[in-house]
């Protein structure tokens, strides 16, 4: 009962606060993002309108990095461009 109020609230607060960045590490990938919101949700989402929607909303910030340690084409790290979120 413990857990599902937790995730209820989790759930309720995702689109709203920074509560999925604050579950990453400073840099991170928006498949990792896409992870945090899936894992929250319970339910697989669009990559490509889940990439256009967080990127639309500015919260966002490229680092410039590429992810290290993949066989294939290394995805672009981001920071979360608030800082009254961390």
């Known amino acids: 009962e413990i857990l599902e109020c937790a995730t209820k609230g989790l759930r309720q607060k995702l689109d709203h606060s920074?509560?999925?960045?604050?579950?990453?590490p400073e840099s991170f990938t928006l498949r990792a993002l896409q992870?945090?919101?899936?894992?929250?949700?319970?339910e697989a989402l669009n990559k490509d309108s889940f990439r256009r929607r967080m990127l639309a909303t500015g919260d966002l910030r490229a680092t410039g990095k590429?992810?290290?340690?993949?066989?294939?084409?290394p995805a672009e790290l981001y920071h979360f461009s608030q800082q009254s979120a961390v």
């Open 18 to 24: 920074a509560v999925g960045y604050q579950l990453l």
């Open 35 to 42: 992870g945090v919101h899936e894992a929250i949700r319970g």
């Open 66 to 73: 590429k992810e290290a340690i993949q066989s294939f084409r």
